[in-house]
Nanobody
């Protein structure tokens, strides 16, 4: 089992920034972030794993940056130039034999 503890969501005006954090109960290679807006399916935002460059959705490329600490147990999502369409619940996820999900954190961007 892997426990994930997310933090950092909130409300911000368009053009603002937020930073999400997710602490895992163990070191994990594949970590990432998904989001789900009302009435839409959950979608990949960004993913990171050793030996590969980070992967971003086209919607956030150039604005969001995924990173993690050297212990591989905390993943971050720096979100800049936020837009109203970024409003969603953001979920941390890791792949450790199977997928594990965080509880979700709300990000609201007002015009």
């Amino acid at each position: 089992q892997v426990q994930l503890d997310e933090s950092g969501g909130g409300s911000v005006q368009a053009g603002g920034s937020l930073r999400l954090s997710c602490v895992a109960s163990k070191s994990i290679d594949i970590m990432g972030w998904y989001r789900q807006a009302p009435g839409k399916e959950r979608e990949l935002v960004a993913r990171i794993r050793s030996g590969e460059g980070p992967i971003y959705s086209d919607a956030v490329k150039g604005r969001f940056t995924i990173s993690r600490n050297k212990s591989y147990n905390t993943v971050y999502l720096q979100m800049n130039s936020l837009k109203p369409e970024d409003t969603a619940v953001y979920y941390c996820y890791v792949l450790y034999f199977r997928e594990f999900w965080g509880q979700g954190t709300q990000v609201t961007v007002s015009p």
